[in-house]
């Protein structure tokens, strides 16, 4: 079975301070990864994915993620956070080569303080 | 968030009303989704449609009934609620089910029910 952890419920972070947000997955077989972010009364806005090729993704404002398959993990990451980044994070994977559904993980809350 | 509209935003309705969930997408997709976010949890998927057809249905109680009258709308029939049914609803699109496709989410319909 599929399954996305995002171990942190919450993580803080001072602004122009780094920002890693963790997601691990279960999948048996290839794994494709998504990150989506949600700001307050809103719909989930999507910032990037891992399909294959390099491990090292970039997407939307700013983010970036790298794909580990050794550890299982796909860590979202900025290198100087702002306090706009505030909002709730969801990590997302599908088995690669199926028309499986996406399976979220419960998301992470990031707040950016000044 | 232009991509993919939801409307109403946001519901009120007690346990007896009838009320209906639209979802529209702008981007020529072929499948569409209706999500279910409650606080603390993932996102549960609800239905899937591919070409307007209903391919998955993920045990979702009789009193929420889908319709897809063609690729470009969706909507979300509600009739006798449960106050625990009280939810962001979210729809998503995309090209087709086809396991690298993202999903396009709307901002959601927060409903509340009495």
């Known amino acids: 079975a599929q399954s996305v952890a995002q171990p942190e419920d919450q993580v803080n972070v001072a602004e122009g301070n780094p920002l890693t947000v963790k997601c691990t997955y279960s999948v048996s077989g290839n794994p494709y990864l998504f990150w989506y972010v949600q700001y307050p009364n809103r719909g989930l806005q999507f910032l990037l994915k891992y399909i294959t090729g390099d491990n090292l993704v970039k997407g939307s404002y700013g983010f970036e993620a790298e794909f580990n398959k050794s550890q299982t993990s796909f860590h979202l990451k900025k290198p100087s956070a702002l306090v706009s980044d505030s909002a709730l994070y969801f990590c997302?994977?599908?088995?690669?080569?199926?028309?499986?559904?996406?399976?979220f993980g419960k998301g992470t809350k990031l707040s950016v303080k000044p | 968030e232009t991509g993919v509209t939801q409307t109403p935003r946001h519901l009120v309705m007690g346990m007896t009303n009838k009320k209906s969930l639209k979802c529209e997408q702008h981007?020529?997709?072929?499948?569409m989704y209706w999500y279910k976010q409650s606080a603390k949890k993932p996102l549960e998927l609800m239905f899937v449609y591919s070409l307007e057809e209903r391919v998955e249905n993920n045990s979702v109680p009789s009193r929420f009934s889908p319709e897809c009258p063609n690729s470009s709308h969706l909507f979300l029939h509600l009739h006798t609620l449960q106050p625990e049914d009280s939810a962001l609803y979210l729809c998503a699109s995309s090209q087709d089910r086809v396991s690298t496709d993202t999903q396009y989410f709307g901002p959601g319909t927060r409903l509340t029910v009495l």
């Open positions: 981007l020529g997709h072929n499948a």
């Open positions: 997302a994977v599908r088995l690669g080569g199926s028309q499986g559904n996406l399976i």
